[in-house]
């Protein structure tokens, strides 16, 4: 229909480019994939309603347990209803409560009991779950649901079913589909060795197959194609809500030529499955380019910030864009208001120019408020779409953004040259037609409003009717290319009987209700509440709730957790759509056997008492445990389950900063060409040739680690490491990237901002502390590193509030495991008070400040982000004498408490060191089947308030039982010379 292109110049890519990121996966802590044994699809629709069931059994191939960590990616659009777990051999329904609540019962359970999953929002349409333990070759099933409104588009509606990509041992499909409109089922597979079975009962189409060691490359489609022999006006109902469609008779219309700015996402989530991503852009943009309907063209990358690669040319030089966009590599996080200041930047009211933005649209800095950045572009005049590649996508984002043009996205199963031809249609369509939508008798109806509607898309708006008897009728303002107004009511409506699908309407009209309250959510913080009962009551997961599993009834007693008020659960069966109803007294009693009090034991009463002082001999070889210790305590450790298998310490007398050799290097890099996707050996070699100062071999060493290793936050921490000794510049996108893959991961923001404090970026630091806090209220050490942030850019009072806060708060359920948390805090408010009078002595109000005095010379803290391990500081003092929990004080250092149940902080201080070296080091001392654990080391010197922190990041494998060491110090009098290794 390009009358305008020129066809004989479009490049053709033969075969199918696969955007096969895998919408499921089941990783252990350090990334590595745990088998997919069987794997059962079902999907049920009429008309643009449909439910999605993914059955999924995975394994653990190891020989030692596990914690899970699950990725679902939904389908845009898609709301996740369920999510549940099977514990001993009972599959156990999930409940969403509140997130905050949800992740402190995940906490309590991974430290005290056994079998716990949440699931939670990670950004845009991406989840994950936690699920431990998972044991030895043992296999894990999960169920989990989801709905979608599938509108017509281009004349068809599409309901996407994700897989996993790989071979499974038993692949099973059904599909129900009721005859709806005249329109015709086909499901299409896009793998080879899958054909279904095909029969119609009733008004029922139903595929169905089973296949046994199938290999999936990528996803499946049900799709329904219009016939237009059915009524392009119609209406479904259930209770108070209605759901109208319109499909709008659009004639078809000759392209026009325009100007185009392209923008093109290149933050660290745009690298996931980054080859196929290169192979998409360059076939889209090369077809893109060579058409006669782009007068001219200019391209930014953007990410953290927007840049130029590709000036204003009347042609698009592919190679170019591609070798910028190779150059610069998938790193950074999303800030989506400088990409909207940008463009509102370049706006021109006589020019006939339009915008492109090439992205998932997932914000991870500065603002995200939908409604605040789409108020920036209200008048703006040229069209700005938003075209999504892959699987990743933001869409009530990606659609503020658009509101003047489209938001288009490639198929979820791949992209085509048919693809890039649809994107390119409706990339150089003249703008269609808008719509309006009113209707004052409703409660509220969503969308309001639609822009630049084409030929054969359907409009799909859901409303709830007010319960009064106000009168209700819904009437679409229709405005055509020239300008007029034509106004579209449904008194004529053809009105469809839902059937068994009349709870699935309901279903997704309370969804496009809490979608509703969420923008207004923006302007009054308290419907929270609102959207959280909900959320809750109706089984509809948000940003604001979260899914969690419980191993018994009594655990769902335990928390409060009333399963009795809630919505069924909706499943596909054979009939279509079909509800289970999950009850306190409904559901199967739990086989789990509580221990009985005196058998309890907590892992610090193991450490504590085991590694008592006096319980050590001092021989010629150090500090070693006494032989006879281990028995009693193997035999005790062996009661307590999965969770306690906790090796004991064998300390080295003494330790220092590591030795690694040209020779150790050498062998990293031969057993990295060896096994060139084995994540731990990019780790080692990395980890090495930084270490050794080699900063520019370990700068492109990381990059091949990201490559094989996109969603690794270890990959990105020691780039930014590598980067800051050779493009300084660079650092904030590797530092940003952290927080970018798991922007609803608190942890990791966590690593992030205290990684941007160590490199200066005092300011964004800020905004990724507040981004966790705001996710997780229990971690101390959160406001922390807020209140060091604000501190280092001189927010004194703010600093000095964020720690009072901090002091006074409840830390739930780590609260016994958290020491003495308020004599931490405090000591570090008084820090603020020290460098707010050296800094800025006039601005102090010394009345309204704490009297606290901190006499300490010396304070370091160690703390990590991996729940339920332990990890133990560690100093030498110049003599050789040791500090750590079996050996609290020494002549200059004190140990203040030994928290063996993650997070910190542990401290060691001195109100006087002594001349000479002291070595600061740190030691795994019990994984718990976590794996690798990361940690922040900060040296402060409250006696010189000019002087900043000093901030080490460390990681620690699970295969470290030794003490590593992270600094040295070198003690002149009131002179203290600090050296890392980076």
Request: proline share 3%; net charge negative; glycine share 6%.
């Amino acid at each position: 229909q390009h009358t305008e292109m020129n066809v004989a110049k479009l490049l053709f890519f033969a075969a199918l480019i696969s955007l096969g990121t895998t919408n499921i996966s089941l990783l252990d802590p350090d990334g590595e994939e745990l088998n997919i044994v069987d794997l059962s699809l079902s999907a049920a629709t009429y008309g643009p309603l449909s439910l999605v069931d993914m059955d999924i059994l995975f394994q653990n191939p190891r020989d030692t347990q596990t914690e899970g960590q699950f990725t679902f990616i939904v389908p845009d659009r898609g709301v996740i209803s369920r999510f549940a777990m099977e514990v001993d051999g009972v599959l156990i329904e999930g409940e969403i409560i509140e997130r905050k609540q949800a992740n402190e019962i995940y906490l309590d359970h991974i430290i005290t009991k056994s079998d716990p999953a949440l699931l939670q929002n990670d950004g845009g349409n991406k989840y994950y779950a936690k699920i431990f333990p998972i044991l030895s070759k043992a296999n894990v099933r999960i169920v989990l649901s989801y709905s979608r409104i599938n509108p017509l588009e281009n004349f068809e509606r599409t309901v996407p079913i994700p897989v996993v990509i790989g071979t499974i041992s038993e692949l099973s499909l059904f599909v129900y589909t009721h005859d709806f409109n005249g329109e015709i089922p086909a499901v299409r597979s896009y793998n080879d060795g899958i054909n279904l079975n095909y029969t119609q009962v009733g008004s029922a189409r139903k595929f169905e197959g089973v296949f046994n060691n199938i290999t999936l490359e990528r996803g499946m489609e049900v799709q329904l194609k219009s016939t237009g022999n059915g009524t392009d006006l119609y209406t479904f109902e259930t209770e108070s809500f209605v759901l109208n469609a319109y499909q709008p008779s659009i004639e078809p219309v000759d392209p026009t030529a325009n100007s185009w700015v392209l923008y093109i996402d290149t933050s660290a989530s745009s690298g996931f499955n980054w080859e196929d991503r290169f192979n998409a852009l360059r076939l889209f943009l090369t077809n893109f380019g060579v058409s006669n309907l782009v007068i001219d063209v200019e391209v930014y990358a953007f990410d953290v910030k927007v840049e130029k690669i590709a000036a204003l040319s009347t042609t698009l030089d592919t190679d170019a864009v591609m070798n910028k966009l190779e150059e610069r590599f998938f790193l950074g996080g999303t800030n989506i208001e400088n990409l909207i200041d940008h463009i509102a930047s370049l706006e021109d009211e006589e020019a006939n120019k339009r915008f492109l933005v090439i992205s998932d649209c997932i914000p991870t800095l500065g603002i995200e408020s939908i409604t605040t950045l789409s108020k920036k572009l209200l008048s703006f005049s040229n069209e700005i779409f938003v075209y999504s590649i892959g699987i990743l996508k933001n869409t009530l984002m990606s659609n503020a953004i658009s509101l003047s043009g489209k938001a288009l996205s490639s198929s979820e199963s791949g992209l085509t040259q048919v693809d890039v031809n649809l994107i390119l249609e409706n990339l150089f369509s003249p703008k269609g037609y808008s719509y309006s939508v009113f209707d004052l008798g409703a409660e509220f109806y969503l969308p309001k409003s639609f822009a630049n509607v084409g030929t054969g898309e359907e409009l799909v708006i859901i409303e709830e009717l007010s319960d009064d008897d106000t009168y209700s009728q819904m009437i679409i303002g229709e405005k055509n290319r020239d300008g007029e107004v034509v106004d579209i009511t449904f008194e004529d409506a053809d009105i469809f009987d839902l059937e068994d699908f009349d709870v699935l309407l309901r279903r997704e009209a309370y969804a496009k209700k809490l979608d509703h309250l969420a923008l207004l959510q923006e302007e009054d913080e308290s419907l929270r509440d609102v959207r959280i009962e909900l959320s809750m009551k109706h089984r509809i997961l948000i940003d604001e709730t979260a899914f969690i599993v419980l191993e018994s009834e009594e655990d769902y007693a335990r928390y409060n957790i009333d399963r009795t008020s809630r919505d069924d659960v909706l499943y596909v069966s054979s009939n279509g759509i079909s509800l289970l109803s999950v009850k306190n007294d409904d559901t199967e009693p739990s086989n789990t056997v509580e221990p009985d009090s005196e058998d309890e034991y907590e892992a610090d009463d193991v450490e504590n008492d085991a590694m008592d002082g006096d319980d050590f001999q001092d021989d010629a070889n150090g500090y070693n445990s006494a032989s006879s210790l281990k028995t009693p305590f193997r035999s005790i450790i062996s009661t307590l389950g999965y969770f306690f298998a906790l090796p004991f310490h064998i300390v080295d007398a003494s330790f220092s900063l590591a030795k690694i050799s040209d020779t150790d290097i050498n062998d990293y890099a031969k057993e990295l060409s060896d096994d060139p996707d084995n994540v731990e050996k990019h780790f080692q070699y990395v980890y090495a040739l930084s270490y050794t100062g080699q900063f520019e071999k370990a700068h492109a060493a990381s990059v091949n680690w990201i490559k094989v290793d996109q969603i690794n936050p270890l990959a990105y921490e020691y780039y930014s490491k590598a980067v800051y000794n050779v493009e300084p510049d660079s650092v904030i996108r590797g530092i940003t990237s952290i927080g970018e893959i798991a922007p609803g991961q608190p942890e990791f923001l966590s690593t992030a901002g205290w990684t941007l404090i160590r490199y200066g970026f005092y300011e964004d630091a800020i905004d990724l502390f507040e981004r966790a806090i705001a996710l997780r209220t229990t971690n101390p050490n959160y406001y922390r590193g807020l209140g060091m942030a604000n501190l280092l850019v001189g927010n004194y009072k703010l600093a000095y509030d964020i720690l009072n806060e901090a002091i006074d708060r409840d830390y739930g359920v780590l609260g016994d495991r958290l020491g003495d948390i308020k004599r931490v805090l405090t000591e570090e408010r008084q820090y603020v008070v020290q460098r707010w009078k050296h800094e800025s002595p006039d601005d102090i109000d010394l009345g309204s400040v704490s009297k606290d005095v901190n006499n300490l010379q010396f304070r370091v803290t160690l703390s990590w982000e991996t729940y339920g391990t332990d990890v133990d500081i560690h100093m030498l003092e110049p003599n050789g004498d040791e500090c750590y929990y079996s050996n609290k004080n020494t002549n200059t250092l004190t140990l203040y408490d030994d928290l063996v149940q993650g997070i910190g902080p542990e401290v060691i201080s001195s109100s006087k060191l002594i001349d000479g070296t002291y070595t600061l080091g740190v030691k795994y001392f019990s994984s718990a089947s976590f794996g690798t654990s990361r940690g922040i080391v900060i040296i402060t010197f409250p006696q010189k308030p000019e002087r900043n922190p000093v901030i080490i990041p460390f990681t620690l494998l699970k295969t470290q039982n030794n003490v590593v060491g992270l600094a040295e110090l070198e003690v002149d009098g009131n002179d203290v010379v600090v050296t890392t290794p980076f």
